[in-house]
């Protein structure tokens, strides 16, 4: 392993699964994350700054003028281009990812074959930092060409070890795959970047007495902050965000409205509007929501809206609700305390490390706890917090850590 150096020379973020992801509808936490550092590097202004993507026929390697169109195409602001030939005789003219690598392939600085991303980096003299922050791209292959050349830096930031810790919850083959990748990050990294204390002492529980290790260091998420919003704000007005999945247990929301209906009269009963796109293993609970008998009246399904209509269900939420089973970090009880709207959360470590007393915790799938708490929330005997005392997550203070674990060896192993 070798030791963090103070000249990290110029960065090469690696941008593989922002491109896979344009045209595929609103970006997940990850991809925001990997555009935010595209964005901040961009910014910054230094010529030498690189990011490398895989296609579909190798990598590309992109300067500044590419990392702003791609940065565009990410953010809608830009229309991909017509797909290549090649691309349009295999029948695939109409897919994004090919249309998006045929935009940017037009204006990389260096391109090269799946097998030949060493020689790539042979072609650049003097330091080089490497930075993947997608969980995607970690292969041997591409690791190795980074840890193995002289004077480079591997840095790659890890969001979460869900499907290790929670196989429950993910494809039948994700967790094996997962753990190689996470395998692999120890052999090759010089630098591991965690988004909580909570990811860490998962990370440093996986790998157990397995060393060497790469050094590790804490970097909170910037939250993007919405579009500013005027509404009133209605306290029987509750939101339910993210992608709809397993772990993020609608099934118990479902359960609790169904136990409020019982309860409460109709014209009492608080509003529960879930905003998210359908994910895997979803079929079940999404035939329930749209057979609900009290959809349209105290349930509201939304499907994934533009990230305006979500500000303006923040700004006039009376609060946030998200039972989620497992997270890494968690954006949108963020999201909402800075919006003003209440958060009421699975009582996981990574929510009171980044929330502290701003949210109300209650225990994890019990639906006892969640009916009483929305019960004593709906009439106003629950304890608020103070949310503008709220210390919202912003990306200065991230890249200054990441900046200072890079060139100072600020990271610590296990």
Known sequence: MKPLHDDVGPIWLDVTR????????????IDRVELAYLNHLSNLGDPDTRFVTRTTRGFLLLDHVGGRILADLARREREPGRADAMSRLAGRG???????????????????????LHGLLTRSKGPVTYINT??????????????????TQVAVLVHDLIPITHPQFVVPDQPAIFAGRIDRVRRHADLVICNSAATKAGLVAHWGGNGPYPA????????????KADAERDRGHIVMLGTIEPRKNHALMLDVWEALAREIPATDLPQLHIIGRPGWRMDDIMARVRTHPLLGHALHYHGPLPDAEVASHLA???????PSLAEGYGYPP???????????????????????????????????????????????????PDLARFNVPNWADHFSQVGKALTHDQGEGP
């Open 18 to 29: 922002l491109v896979s992801r344009i045209g595929l509808g609103p970006l997940t936490g």
């Open 94 to 116: 109409a897919r994004p990812r090919h249309r998006v690598e045929a935009t940017l392939r037009s204006v990389a600085v260096g391109r090269c074959t799946k097998w030949g």
């Open 134 to 151: 997608g969980h995607s791209n970690l292969s041997d292959r591409v690791l190795a060409a980074f840890s193995s050349r002289p004077l």
């Open 216 to 227: 590790l260091a804490v970097a909170h998420l910037g939250v993007d902050l919405l579009p």
């Open 316 to 322: 006039r939420a009376g609060a946030l609700v998200f």
């Open 334 to 384: 963020l999201e909402a305390a800075h919006a003003g709207a209440l958060p009421i959360c699975s009582d996981l470590p990574v929510f009171r490390e980044t929330l502290g007393d701003c949210a109300v915790y209650v225990k994890n799938a019990d639906l006892y706890s969640w009916l009483e708490t929305i019960k004593k929330y709906v009439v106003g005997n629950v304890e608020a």
